[in-house]
């Protein structure tokens, strides 16, 4: 046998494995088993197991695996439904549901499994039929029954803890770039939590979490981590935390974590402790795990098998830092559905709304809404249903509400914006105000819950109602939602109900009683006993299309105060119909702002003369990997990249458009670290924000330069400070499409400097990781110049250009030139596991200038030779100078010259 040192979490995984296989130790949870290795040090002792963690854990769930399509006895389902709670109590009665089903014979007991309805085993397939609901009901207690010797697949203590049950009440949680303009006002240095709140409230009803986003898309623009980044923002991290929770108290909020930062600071060593020891100094509830399933990255080189970075090595970490119960939240669920429910509250569901793959939902269609895996097996779990895409949101509004589950509230995708239109935005608010106010009883184990609950359907507009029933001891609930694109009237369609003498029915969503309807209808076994008849009711509510609706069952009299003050409020709310709020949001536009240089210049010294063109062709496109074509086809209309003055909306791929430019004066080299210490002196220049101001002088500012960096290009100075710096001397920063300009020497085909095609030796050798990052001085490379002698324009450091474009959300600019630090984790051609192309400035297409991506996936190493063409910019979003100043973003100045 081989013995080897395993992280404590996974040794944990392979012993609970063996347990559940091997049918002992069903008392021990793995929480337990972690409690004891945590203990006693970082790492634990472990027997190396036959198989890999994830064959282990693809063994243990085969029978969900591969479970089929089931098809039940149509003669059983009036003897299973009354098995079932809440249905018929007087056939029933304090049996227990699996001596019920006895009752109705063996061919009533179907063994199998029902079969997992999407690629990621997040959701099940409602019945085929009606008449097979109770059966299909069953089926779904036999997979919780086979699930429960799994440890890792089931609920466990810490969904009683104090804060899973502060998860387990997050329906609407709001991915939150640090970079929206309503979170923080730079002018005035101050967080703005309250405003930005406040917004969503209005909105869509507010947001029970926050995950707070700082890296991605600017991460690797230099050699800070993730982790550096979020303590770069004003104050640190724990001032944006804190601003929150002041602003809101009851708000939960989570930090991301990517697998893939591997070449910054760090190189994703010992990333759990670090980010349980960030979570412990910041004062956040829990970590979003970017591009991960429970069990480890889900984004992999196709060379690579999986990395193991279950999530409980991250809940380990914390738990050592001081936080018992971590909120952990894998952005691609739980590896086939279930893994590490145990220790996994939430969750994001991409596949549960069964929008378009990566695209999302563009418009309104029926849909049959999936069961959620997760909230059937431990109801505490809170998943959040989530399609960043997507533009017409009411499928996964409906899909939540259906579960009784989360929605991920995503309109910043990285400074793109996707605003929830106002009718959606009202629709999740309305859903919401429905699920919080019933959340203790929703989310409580000992009510039962049957989704998929009969319906009639009279009409072609009352085919796509669906409803979900939540019985308790003293209440029913019916959430239901209307899929179809037309209203469900009354005479539509009918919920009929067994049981039901001396109770009272609401209907919670209009606030109003439900009128009773006698039906002669027999739906369950009593009914057919001549002495204890059960009496069926027909309720029958209006369903606004692409809406939901609630009924609540109690005993006559016994409604409570709080509840009749939700009828109240809901009638309020609902009183203007949802058709009559827009449902379609247009693309932000964007201004464009520079600043003048009204200074005279007073030496042209160390500047190099550029002679002028009236009608430069400026051909550009943007490198975000995000984009708004797929497969060459458009399929959404956002603003992507920046709007140009001459421009109408936001676009990535830019027409390309004649401009004027004047003749210049250019810096022939970018300003260095002794020309900024020498405009310190002159100028008495002090930021009013100085975070990581001038940082590589490795001194608490005001500091002295290091001498042997003063020719090394200037860097971790802001756009203002360049701005500042340029001013003094009578100059100014050059606008993007001079920049472009003076580096192609005026011929629009030119892709580099120096000529048509790539050459490495024209600029430093780049560095693949923050462990060989250094900068070279400047002028080392004259084979680089341009035309006209301007040096160092692309591959030493990335240069700030004087313009910032801003919508209502986000302010940005663009860098041009390249840097040396070009993040790469390959040994020649073979990628690390790990590795995800994702660093800064993103990808652009070879091959013609405007040529668009084709949207796959790409795990070769980063075309920094496409990326660095002068026809390709780099959007850096925009925050405050203490996040903005980077170690390789520098600049060079220019001056209007009159001839």
């Keep these: 046998m081989r013995w080897f040192a395993l992280p404590l979490g996974v040794a944990a995984f392979y012993e609970v494995l063996e347990l559940d296989e091997a ?74 549901f699996e001596t019920c089903v006895g009752w109705c014979g063996q061919g009533c007991a179907p063994s199998g499994l029902p079969k997992a309805a999407d690629y990621f085993h997040e959701g099940v397939s409602g019945p085929e039929n009606q008449d097979d609901w109770g059966a299909w009901i069953l089926s779904l207690h036999n997979l919780q029954q086979k699930l429960s010797a799994l440890h890792w697949a089931r609920d466990s203590g810490d969904f009683e803890s104090p804060e899973f049950l502060r998860s387990s009440a997050a329906y609407v949680t709001v991915q939150t770039m640090v970079h929206d303009r309503f979170l923080y006002e730079p002018v005035r240095h101050t967080w703005t939590a309250t405003g930005y709140l406040k917004d ?379 058709a009559s709020f827009a449902d379609k949001v247009a693309p932000l536009k964007q201004s464009n702002h520079f600043p003048t240089g009204d200074g005279t210049l007073s030496n042209s010294s160390g500047m190099v003369p550029v002679n002028g063109s009236k009608a430069f062709e400026f051909r550009v496109v943007g490198s975000e990997i995000e984009d708004t074509y797929r497969g060459g086809q458009r399929f959404v209309t956002l603003g992507v990249d920046v709007q140009y003055p001459w421009e109408v909306v936001p676009v990535k791929y830019h027409a390309a458009y004649n401009v004027s430019i004047n003749n210049l004066w250019v810096d022939k080299f970018p300003v260095t670290n002794e020309m900024f210490a020498n405009f310190l002196k002159e100028s008495s220049y002090t930021p009013g924000d100085s975070g990581n101001f001038l940082k590589h002088w490795n001194c608490k500012w005001p500091c002295t330069m290091p001498p042997s960096i003063a020719k090394e290009p200037v860097v971790f100075v802001s756009h203002w400070d360049a701005v500042q710096y340029c001013s003094h001397y009578g100059k100014r920063l050059p606008r993007e499409w001079e920049w472009q300009y003076v580096a192609q020497g005026g011929d629009p085909d030119r892709s580099y400097p120096w000529g048509k095609w790539w050459w490495p030796e024209a600029m430093p050798r780049p560095q693949a990781n923050a462990s060989v990052f250094h900068l070279s001085d400047v002028g080392g490379f004259p084979q680089g110049a341009s035309k006209d002698g301007v040096q160092d324009l692309v591959g030493l450091v990335w240069q700030w250009t004087s313009d910032t474009f801003r919508d209502e959300h986000t302010r940005s600019s663009i860098l041009r030139g390249g840097s040396v630090f070009q993040p790469n984790s390959h040994q020649g051609d073979v990628a690390s596991p790990r590795y995800q192309p994702w660093y800064f400035p993103g990808h652009a297409a070879a091959g013609a200038w405007n040529a668009k991506w084709t949207g796959e996936h790409f795990f070769g190493p980063k075309d920094y030779p496409s990326l660095y063409r002068l026809t390709v910019h780099a959007k850096y979003l925009l925050m405050a100078p203490s996040l903005d100043r980077a170690g390789t973003i520098g600049f060079r100045c220019v001056a209007d010259r009159n001839v």
């Design 200 to 578: 969503l409230k209005q909105r869509f009803g507010g947001v029970d979490q926050v995950l707070l986003w700082a890296g991605y898309p600017n991460l690797g623009v230099d050699t800070r981590s993730n982790v550096d980044l979020m303590e770069a923002l004003p104050g640190g991290l724990r001032a944006a935390v804190d601003a929150l929770k002041e602003a809101d108290p009851s708000v939960m909020v989570q930090l991301p974590y990517k697998p893939w930062d591997i070449s910054t600071n760090g190189l994703g060593q010992d990333d759990p402790a670090r980010y349980g020891a960030l979570l412990a100094k910041a004062g956040a509830d829990g970590l979003n795990l970017d591009t991960m399933d429970s069990l480890g990255p889900f984004v992999v080189p196709p060379s690579q098998s999986k990395p193991e970075m279950p999530v409980t090595a991250f809940y380990s970490a914390a738990q050592k830092a001081g936080i018992p119960h971590a909120i952990i939240e894998p952005e691609l669920g739980l590896y086939n559905g279930l893994f590490l429910l145990n220790t996994t509250a939430q969750g994001w569901l991409y596949s549960l709304a069964q929008c378009p793959p990566v695209v999302g939902c563009s418009e309104r269609v029926p849909f049959v809404p999936l069961v959620s895996l997760q909230k059937w097996i431990v109801r505490r779990s809170m998943p959040h249903v989530c399609g960043r895409w997507s533009t017409q949101r009411s499928q996964e509004i409906l899909t939540a509400y259906f579960n009784a589950i989360g929605y991920t509230a995503w309109e910043n995708i990285f400074g793109i914006w996707n605003g929830i239109n106002p009718r959606d935005g009202e629709l999740l608010k309305r859903s919401m105000m429905i699920l919080r106010h019933f959340h203790s009883f929703l989310s409580d184990p000992a009510v039962s819950w049957l989704p998929f609950y009969p319906v009639k359907k009279l009409t072609p507009a009352g085919e796509h109602v669906y409803v979900s029933k939540f019985v308790g001891a003293d209440k029913e609930l019916f959430l239901i939602i209307n899929t179809g694109t037309e209203t469900a009237g009354t005479q539509d369609w009918a919920l009929n109900v067994p049981q039901s003498e001396h109770f009272s029915f609401y209907d919670m969503y209009h606030g109003e009683d439900v009128r009773i309807h006698r039906s002669p209808e027999c739906l369950v076994k009593s009914c057919l006993d001549r002495l204890h008849r059960a009496k069926t009711v027909s309720l029958r509510v209006r369903l606004e299309a692409a809406g939901i609706g609630a009924i609540l069952k109690v005993r006559e009299g016994k409604i409570t105060p709080s509840q009749l003050m939700v009828l109240r409020d809901m009638g309020t709310a609902t009183a203007k119909p949802l």
């Design 23 to 96: 049918g002992v130790g069903s008392s021990q949870a793995l929480h337990a088993l972690q409690i004891s290795v945590s203990s006693d040090g970082e790492t634990h002792s472990a027997r190396a197991p036959p198989d890999s963690l994830e064959l282990s854990v693809n063994k243990a769930l085969q029978p969900w695996l591969t479970a089929g399509a089931q098809h039940f006895n149509a003669s059983c389902s009036r003897c299973l439904r009354s098995c079932l709670p809440g249905e018929d109590d007087l056939f029933r009665q304090k049996a227990s």
